[in-house]
């Protein structure tokens, strides 16, 4: 049965939740930079990354923290819950794959036979790091949550249906500026969720049960000195 690890009820459990937060982040940056390298297409939200990247000269992660930043600023207009974590999030996922691409652990990959392969792989990444990030319970992502705020504000329409919206409009700008779109884009569509279940399944996590503290809750816990 799930219980958190730690409730951020005093400064050294938010501390050690932040600190897990970002590891959790940077390990996740390897799995999309696994993504990447399997040279088959990638994730919605990395094609407007890449398009970014490409038309405007610029590194991945400064696109990344371009596009969360917006995106977190969006959430905070609609006066969305944030969590500390969400900043993390924004910034240290996309510098984390800047990181693994100035290193170059892994080639690019030349065919499907080993381009599937390290994009699974990279997926199952993202999938468990996913846990651990949610189990810091400092917020959900930048992403996430404005999918929630637009699926409250259709009314009637399904959730799904938003985030068909949402991710259908990220890769077409992204491809629009020369993202690329692939069958890779197609596998992380229809893998992605199934190996997330699969993952929080294998360590019997219910991500609906985290209760996230909001970034005002945790600073007020920080300066009470609690």
């Not at 468990?128 to 992403?143: E, H, K, V």
Request: charged residues 10%; glycine residues 12%; contains cysteine.
């Amino acid at each position: 049965m799930f219980t958190q690890l730690h409730e951020n009820r005093n400064t050294g459990s938010i501390l050690f939740n932040a600190g897990l937060a970002a590891l959790s982040l940077f390990v996740n940056g390897f799995g999309i930079y696994l993504t990447i390298q399997a040279n088959l297409g990638v994730a919605p939200w990395d094609i407007l990354n890449l398009g970014l990247s490409k038309s405007l000269g610029i590194l991945y992660g400064d696109a990344s923290v371009a596009v969360s930043l917006t995106i977190l600023l969006i959430d905070i207009l609609l006066k969305e819950p944030i969590g500390l974590a969400m900043f993390i999030d924004a910034v240290v996922v996309g510098k984390s794959v800047d990181f693994f691409n100035w290193l170059g652990p892994v080639p690019k990959c030349g065919s499907l036979l080993t381009g599937v392969p390290v994009l699974l792989a990279g997926l199952v990444i993202i999938a468990y790091t996913q846990y651990t990030y949610m189990l810091a319970s400092l917020g959900c992502g930048p992403r996430d949550t404005l999918l929630v705020a637009l699926a409250k504000r259709a009314k009637g329409i399904p959730i799904g249906a938003v985030s068909i919206a949402l991710l259908s409009t990220a890769t077409l700008i992204g491809w629009l500026l020369g993202g690329p779109a692939g069958i890779g884009t197609v596998i992380c569509a229809l893998a992605s969720g199934p190996i997330m279940q699969m993952a929080f399944r294998s360590v019997h996590f219910d991500a609906t049960r985290v209760k996230h503290q909001q970034i005002k809750d945790s600073l007020k816990v920080i300066f009470s000195h609690g």
